[in-house]
């Protein structure tokens, strides 16, 4: 909680910072990615033809802070499947963690090493969408 006239210390408005929604984006083309700090409020776009996985990984290994928001939106033809690292519970409504071509998912770190993803539409099942694709011609 802040009071009026508090001065931030660098530390405090970083994490600030890595809390609210960022315009940067990690673009990634791998079949494998797992989530690091600077991820922290961003976009993750994941764009493969194949299969592929995004990990979070433990606290222990990457020490998001409780309340962090990444984005991820599936950009490539091939399925992304939302993996908990060693120790990690993920927790969603979706039927599946699997997430289909242009299907986005929020995912929030509520407690260490427990996160939520909220999976938009696009057969995932539960959540909310948060990007529709529109095709104009």
Do not use: C, H
């Amino acid at each position: 909680t802040f009071t009026a006239g508090q001065v931030l210390t660098a530390a405090q408005v970083t994490t600030l910072q890595d809390s609210v929604w960022s315009d940067d984006v990690t673009a990634d083309t791998s079949t494998g990615y797992t989530l690091v700090l600077t991820d922290a409020g961003k976009q993750v776009t994941m764009s493969n033809a194949g299969a592929s996985t995004l990990t979070i990984p433990p606290n222990a290994s990457v020490a998001f802070a409780v309340g962090v928001r990444v984005q991820v939106i599936q950009l490539g033809a091939g399925a992304v499947t939302l993996t908990a690292g060693a120790g990690v519970t993920i927790s969603s409504l979706a039927a599946s963690l699997a997430m289909a071509q242009y299907q986005v998912a929020t995912l929030i770190k509520t407690a260490t090493n427990v996160w939520v993803a909220n999976l938009g539409a696009a057969g995932g099942g539960g959540g909310t969408s948060v990007l529709e694709v529109q095709v104009f011609s």
